[in-house]
Each structure stands twice: as structure tokens, then as C-alpha cells.
């Protein structure tokens, strides 16, 4: 759980003090949350730390995002990403060597390329000698590779960082039982026919069950959606209230998608396919329609359902990120500021998807903010019910006091 502090050029216009612009994000969708013009600062801060280098985001760039199944099924994640490396590099014209290193994030490994950065850039047309880790930290692995690669430009390790995330639902690993995993590694070391024989003599048709990966805690076995279903009815969150945020980020999502303000996507033109140049998951539908589908994870009861959920996604993004002085004296204009922050860690049974309430207050005082400093929050939307807990959480006074340790909200 993470909350990353930017400070943005783009002056960001008001209407209202719940006005939500939708975007999209690898396994998720995410809203950003504007103030009033009421409470907005009368003078800005520039968060500028003494004897430490600004560092900035150049650009960025990602993949379609698609539902997984779909156009990108045949592909291996290092693919997607190797197409978001190319998108940046053309949309900056970045020099491959300029770049000191290149890090990536992601949730479910393909174990043929564990380490997925080093792979996507060697396919990208980088340099063997440019260096490159892949993180993962759940769904905020992209932000994880991202404040490393901060951290290095911070200490003045590096100047020029590439950071993205990659995932591709549609192949996730699926593995034989452990103990057929067990009984064929032993046959491999079994020097006899008769060892061979006696292993096999042991095999059952059980052994042939095979382990699903789910997105699930280890430590509790629950999925996500089944947290996200226990939050909701914790902050009373109805089942209602969750599908009209859902009908609204879809339908600002496809606003903005008509309008042509997605400008973060590239093209990418599947091998043996046609070239994809949108996502294919903003499906604004009608509360009606929505009101029909059935829980998703706690049935019969639960509010959680498909229609008000973020899809499983397959796709990639990158972006470019470096020290100012580097940046400027290569004729860039940076796009914003990342100026700090703050990882937290819940518990995973009842407050998994509570990270933005911990997170938000701690990166704020770190930088010596209040909330009516900032223009626009970005949180993570896994589902909507998790989204509206959050605001009530965060909304809340008894909250504050008996979770928090917080006098106040």
C-alpha cells in the first residue's frame, strides 16, 4: 500500500468537491478525487528538500489495456512490455544509452522470464550492459518500481531511470500438484529401473490436480473481491452506492476515451492480428442492467459483483523519470515533480484494501501538507466498494481515533 506525492504543471480546473476523472491501471481502475475551489491553497509550496535533487516524469506511456482473454492472450508479458518500452522511446526520443537503468513491476510472474525488465529491454533494442530488476508488491508493484528507481536517482546513483509495470492475466501459471511435482523430480534423480518403478507405484490420479493461481493473501487464502465484499459491509457501503461509482468511472472513462484525452496509449499491433489502439474494458452500461448481476464472491449476500469490480487486465506501461538538472540540459520539459512517498502495511484479514486512509495522512504531514493543499488524489480502484470505504473511513472522526492513533480525521 503506497501513496506517491507529485506535483504536476498542468493547472487542474474544478467543478465540483467530488468530481472524479477516471483512468486505467494494470488489474484496476483508479479515480482521482478534485477539491472545491473553496479549499483550495492560496499559495503553493514547491516541497523543494534542501541538498536533495528534484526528480521528474518526462513522460509516460502504456499499452491498450485489455481484458484478459482477448487480443493479447497469445503473448508473453515481456512482449507487452517491450512494447511500452518502444512507445517511450519513440514519444521522447530518449537515446537507448542515456538510460542507467530500467525496472518493471509485476503481480504473477511467467517463470520463463522472471525477471521481466531485463527481458522486455534486451527485446526493446537496450544495451546488454544497461541493468534491469523486476519488483512485486501486489497491485502496487508498478509503484514500487517506480519510488526504487526514485531512490536511486535520489542518491545519485543514476540520472536517467525507466520504470513500468507489466501483467498479463491471460497466461498465468498453472501448476501440477506438488505431489507430482515431488514424484517427477524424484524419477529425475531415480538411477534404476527398479527405483523408477517403485515411485511410480506410488502415483494416484489426485496427483493430476492441478494448482490454480488465484489472487488471493496466502497468509488468509481470501481473495481480494472477498475483502472488498467484507469491507463494503463494514462501512456500510450499500450494493447500490457501489454501482453508481462503478456506472460513473466507466462513463467518464468513456468520455474521456471519446474525447481523445487517453493520450498516454500506444498503439500495438499484435502479431497476426489487427493493431490495437484502445482499451477494451470501459463498458458503461445501466444501473438496471448492473442491478442484475449476482455476487461475485460472498453469495448469496455479498454487494460485490463483475459489473462494479476492476476486470482482469492484460497490459503494460512505462515511464520515464529523471534527476532535473538531467532532464533540462537534454531540452526536456518535465511533466511533474515526484516529491515523496509513503508505504504502510495493514492487516491482511480486515483491512487489506485500507491503504490509501493509512497512507494518505502520513505522506501528507512527511511533506508538511494538509489535505486542502491538494488539487487532485489518484487512489487505487480495485473495486468500488473498496473506493467508498475508504472515503468513509478517512471521513471519519472514530476512525481517526480507534485505528489510527489520529486525534482527528
Known sequence: MTTILTYSFKNLPSTSKWALRFSLRPLSCSSQLRAAPAVQTKSKKTL??????????????RTPF?????????????DLARAALTGLLHRTNVPKEVVDYIIFGT?????????????AALGAGFSDKTPAHTV???????????TTGVGLL?????????????????DVPIRHSRKMRKMMLDLNKAKTLGQRLSLLSKFRLNFLSPELPAVAEFSTSETMGHSADRLAAAFAVSRLEQDEYALRSHSLAKKAQDEGLLSDVVPFSVPGKDTITKDNGIRPSSLEQMAKLKPAFIKPYGTVTAANSSFLTDGA??????????????????????????YVSQDPKDQLLLGPTYATPKVLEKAGLTMNDIDAFEFHEAFSGQILANFKAM????????????KTK
Open 154 to 170: 535520489t542518491s545519485g546513483q543514476c540520472d536517467v531511470i525507466v520504470a513500468g509495470g507489466v501483467e498479463l492475466m491471460s
Open 395 to 406: 471521513d471519519s472522526d472514530w476512525f481517526a481515533q480507534n485505528h489510527m492513533g489520529r
Open 317 to 342: 506501461s512505462a515511464m520515464l523519470i529523471m534527476a532535473e538538472e538531467k532532464a533540462l540540459a537534454m531540452g526536456y520539459k518535465p511533466k511533474a515533480y515526484l516529491r515523496d512517498f509513503m
Open 136 to 146: 512485486t508488491m501486489a497491485c502496487i508493484s508498478a509503484n514500487q518500481a517506480m
Open 107 to 119: 503481480v504473477i510472474q511467467e517463470v520463463k522470464t522472471s525477471n521481466v525488465a531485463r527481458e
Open 48 to 61: 523543494a528538500k534542501p541538498n536533495i535533487r528534484n526528480i521528474v516524469v518526462v513522460d509516460g506511456v
Open 66 to 78: 485489455l481484458l484478459s482473454g482477448t487480443s493479447y492472450k497469445d503473448l508473453m508479458p515481456h
